[in-house]
């Protein structure tokens, strides 16, 4: 599946398709430990698609497409790079 077409689904439909990949995936493995199927391909694809499903279900619970950062995160590394050049100036 492709990413445009995976950023336009909804959440519900997001859950859907992970749950009918996951079922995919399931059922190639089976046939290839039986030895029914060689089909490393799909199953490269396969794990591919869960990937890029669960990747944009997970940056929409944490708003990251589109959200500015946060300016707290950055604040206390530059705290930190000041005493160390401190400490380095004293030696």
Not at 6 to 24: H, T
Not at 65 to 86: D, F, N, V
């Amino acid at each position: 599946m492709e990413l445009d077409k995976i950023r336009n689904l909804s959440d519900e439909e997001l859950k859907v398709e992970d749950n009918k990949a996951q079922e995919q995936l399931f059922r190639l493995r089976f046939q290839m430990k039986m030895g029914q199927t060689e089909g490393v391909k799909k199953l490269r694809e396969l794990k591919k698609d869960v990937a890029r499903i669960r990747t944009i279900s997970r940056e929409r619970v944490l708003a990251i497409r589109g959200a500015a950062p946060l300016a707290e995160s950055s604040a206390p590394a530059k705290t930190k790079s000041r005493a160390r050049k401190s400490k380095k100036e004293a030696l």
